[in-house]
């Protein structure tokens, strides 16, 4: 299975300043279709997650453009430009490429 | 607006048995692979398994195969997950998802909690 590894695990962050989340993959996330298949998640306390990526950097609808994705093969990067309150909570990464589907670990934001 | 409600999750002793549901709503639910994803008490997701539109193809996370099935009814716009042999470390809230996107989920459910416990 290929295993996702997220870091930093905790990140205390200053609203208004960015923060930046990393999210390393065991193999190639590159599907044989030629598609990156990595998505990213945020999940607020006592919330269903909501996607805010996928496909590396696409950012879905409503998602604020502070958000932003990138990277490529085994190494992605969530980076939210200007942290606000709402941001606070867990951010998962999310494999699709290869069965099964796999999450990161998480990353708890919360502000400092 | 698409909308998915899960329902069936409840208390249940070690080595019992539940069937989950999942009702959708808001679009062509015959068309789209689904999914469910669980969430252990203050853990991180874990995918389960998915369907694909028609039912012939299913996929689980390895170490599920055998006690947990999913499966659909397109007619009734249902999606299901049987798990069976429950553990104490299947308690969890269970997550319908829609993969409307290849590789992704774009809607969830509110989740149905699981207690195994006796």
């Known amino acids: 299975d290929v295993v996702m590894t997220q870091s930093p695990l905790s990140l205390p962050v200053t609203l208004g300043q960015p923060a930046s989340i990393s999210c390393r993959s065991s193999?190639?996330?590159?599907?044989?279709?030629?598609?990156?298949?990595l998505n990213w998640f945020h999940q607020r306390p006592g919330q269903s997650p909501r996607r805010l990526i996928y496909?590396?950097?696409n950012r879905d609808s409503g998602v604020p453009d502070r958000f932003s994705g990138s990277g490529s093969g085994t190494d992605f990067t969530l980076k939210i430009s200007r942290v606000e309150a709402e941001d606070v909570g867990v951010y998962y990464c999310?494999?699709?490429?290869?069965?099964?589907?796999?999450f990161g670990q998480g990353t708890r934001v919360e502000v400092k | 607006e698409v909308q998915l409600v899960e329902s069936g999750g409840g208390l249940v002793q070690p080595g019992g048995s539940l069937r989950l549901s999942c009702a959708a709503s808001g679009f062509t639910f015959s068309s789209y692979w689904m999914s469910w994803v669980r969430q252990a008490p203050g853990k991180g997701l874990e995918w389960v398994a998915t369907?694909?539109?028609?039912?012939?193809?299913?996929y689980y996370v390895d170490s599920l195969k055998g006690r947990f099935t999913i499966f659909r009814d397109n007619a009734e716009n249902s999606l299901y997950l049987q798990v069976n042999s429950l553990r104490a470390e299947d308690t969890a809230v269970y997550y319908c998802?829609?993969?409307?996107?290849?590789?992704?989920?774009?809607?969830w459910g509110q989740g149905t909690l699981v207690t195994v416990s006796s």
């Open positions: 193999q190639s996330l590159v599907h044989s279709d030629g598609n990156t298949y």
């Open positions: 998802a829609r993969p409307g996107d290849p590789g992704s989920v774009d809607y």
């Open positions: 369907i694909k539109p028609d039912g012939s193809d299913k």
């Open positions: 496909k590396i950097s």
């Open positions: 999310l494999q699709g490429t290869h069965w099964p589907w796999t």
